[in-house]
């Protein structure tokens, strides 16, 4: 492929934007943008607007144009847009988490089907060429885990309120100000959009396709002065952390929590609206990634990476999908956290393997234990809607105590 391409771009917002702007700046590569489909008639553009226009099917339609780069802010459109496009033999670009999480398998499916391209790299980390990274140059090695900082909002509003006393409010408008802040901040600040990435990450890490309903997501929003003091006193950050680990031969769980870091952690300096990726292999060790996670510019220029690789006739290979052999999804797993009740209740609620630390005052209370992550997620929502906390300390993930028990006896009878 290496005519120069004719692109059809849906959505011209925060990252359409900087699309536009990095591709008119490059100068080693081009490519021509003929069409670009948008929603709302009454915006003014600041592209001529022969280049506008509000039926997709300009676009689809359009024999000349052989890229779709879909960036527009409705994850269910965008599934009908891309799915079109493909079954159309385009190749797409799309910087869609949302989408491309909940429909990975048919995706997968279709861009094999229809033998044309699917590339989402601004969809994971932004700038951060993680998904490259997995599928070209950790092919090969088993990993041992994927974890790090997935979303620029939550960073940027954990930085803000830690170190420079913001309030929550105050620091969600200056994210939005500054386009890190996705159009609907709920994604962010829950915990969805980087379990969307998290899964995106475990096809290429581990090929795995696994339904984001079945991994826990617990977000910042019930982060109080009180979480953000002990934190401060014992010397630990706040992040909220996906993470995607090869937890026993044949199980691979996912979660995204909050996350008390330590210094020493590669993820205690990755602040504002930075993203942090650590990479574990079997044999290659820790390697860490830091760039900027969102943004228009820097998730711009990994969509024209994409568009560019397009040209030299990229395709993902899916090489651990194809590997696989005997890795599943699992959420048996124990995890050490720190918990902030407001009531002596709301701890009878919560079962916890083991407490090692109990602390009660008059106006809250906090305990440290191990509490298994199935238990978590049965009661994820009344820990939302109580107004709870829970954060994951410094990582500390283990085997639940089932698959020591199986450990243990296979070692004994010597089963393999
Ligand atoms: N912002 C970031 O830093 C970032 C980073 C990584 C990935 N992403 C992903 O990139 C995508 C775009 O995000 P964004 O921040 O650029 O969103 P945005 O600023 O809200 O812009 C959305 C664009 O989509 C257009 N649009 C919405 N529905 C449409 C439809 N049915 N047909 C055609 N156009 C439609 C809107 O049209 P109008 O202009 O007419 O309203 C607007 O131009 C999302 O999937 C997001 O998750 C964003």
Not at 57 to 86: G, M, T
Request: with cysteine; net charge negative; charged share 25%.
């Amino acid at each position: 492929m290496s005519k120069k391409l004719k692109i059809g771009l849906f959505g011209f917002g925060c990252v359409g934007q900087g699309l536009y702007h990095v591709l008119k700046n490059s100068t080693g590569f081009k490519a021509d943008i003929v069409k670009i489909a948008v929603k709302d008639k009454a915006k003014l553009r600041t592209v001529e607007p022969s280049l506008i226009t509000y039926n997709k099917w300009e676009i689809l339609e359009n024999p000349e144009i052989d890229v779709v780069v879909e960036l527009i802010d409705d994850a269910d459109e965008a599934f009908q847009i891309v799915s079109e496009a493909l079954r159309r033999r385009k190749h797409v670009v799309t910087a869609n988490k949302k989408m491309l999480a909940e429909h990975l398998e048919e995706l997968y499916h279709l861009q094999y089907e229809y033998n044309v391209s699917l590339l989402y790299e601004a969809a994971a980390c932004g700038s951060i060429p993680i998904i490259r990274s997995l599928e070209e140059y950790f092919d090969n090695e088993e990993l041992k885990k994927v974890s790090g900082i997935f979303n620029g909002t939550t960073n940027y509003i954990l930085t803000k309120t830690l170190t420079e006393n913001l309030t929550y409010q105050e620091a969600l408008c200056q994210a939005k100000d500054k386009g890190f802040a996705e159009s609907n901040p709920v994604n962010d600040v829950e915990g969805f959009d980087p379990k969307f990435k998290a899964i995106i990450i475990a096809l290429h890490a581990f090929g795995l396709i696994i339904k984001p309903s079945g991994v826990l997501n617990i977000g910042i929003t019930t982060l109080q002065e009180i979480d953000i003091k002990y934190a401060n006193e014992k010397g630990y950050k706040i992040k909220l952390t996906p993470h995607i680990h090869h937890i026993t031969r044949d199980k691979v769980s996912v979660f995204v929590v909050p996350s008390f870091i330590k210094s020493q952690n590669h993820l205690f300096n990755v602040d504002n609206e930075f993203n942090g990726v650590i990479v574990e292999g079997k044999f290659s060790g820790e390697q860490f990634f830091q760039g900027k996670g969102a943004g228009s510019y820097p998730t711009g220029a990994a969509v024209l990476s994409d568009i560019s690789a397009l040209s030299h006739g990229y395709k993902y290979e899916f090489k651990k999908y194809t590997q696989n052999q005997i890795l599943s999804f699992s959420n048996d797993v124990i995890l050490e956290v720190y918990f902030r009740y407001n009531s002596p209740n709301d701890l009878q609620y919560l079962h916890f393997e083991e407490i090692t630390e109990k602390y009660s005052s008059d106006s809250y209370y906090y305990v440290i234990g191990k509490i298994h992550l199935e238990h978590l997620i049965g009661y994820r929502e009344y820990i939302l809607t109580n107004n709870l906390f829970i954060s994951l300390i410094n990582e500390r993930v283990e085997i639940s105590n089932d698959e020591k028990l199986k450990k243990s006896f296979k070692k004994e009878f010597q089963i393999f």
